[in-house]
């Protein structure tokens, strides 16, 4: 199994952005479908934002002109920017590589004044 590190997460406040990035080991997240998920305290992990092998792109109706999912390919990693943060997307964060159904450990967003 690949193991995925995500990085990136914190405290800030409504409006706010952060950027999250998820890594791996080995040259496979430039090339591989890739999908940033959140899951806050008590509710299912949702998927946010997906990128395929060939780059395009998906997200989840909360965060669309919100969020941006990229990666690259020369520096192996995804990233997740986030804008306009809401109280409600306060979660941890994780990253998924479907081709080997692994996921990181998590980075912890929390969003609040």
């Known amino acids: 199994q690949v193991q995925l590190v995500e990085a990136g997460g914190g405290l800030v406040q409504p409006g706010g952005s952060l950027r999250l990035s998820c890594s791996a080991s080995g040259n496979i997240l430039g090339t591989n479908a890739v999908g940033w998920y959140r899951q806050a305290p008590g509710k299912q992990r949702e998927l946010v934002a997906l990128?395929?092998?060939?780059?395009?792109?998906n997200y989840a109706d909360s965060v669309k002109g919100r969020f941006t999912i990229a990666r690259s390919s020369a520096k192996n990693m995804v990233y997740l920017q986030m804008n306009s943060l809401k109280p409600e997307d306060t979660a941890v964060y994780y990253c998924h590589l479907y081709v080997r159904d692994s996921w990181g450990q998590g980075t912890q967003v929390t969003v609040s004044s």
């Open positions: 990128i395929t092998s060939g780059g395009s792109t």
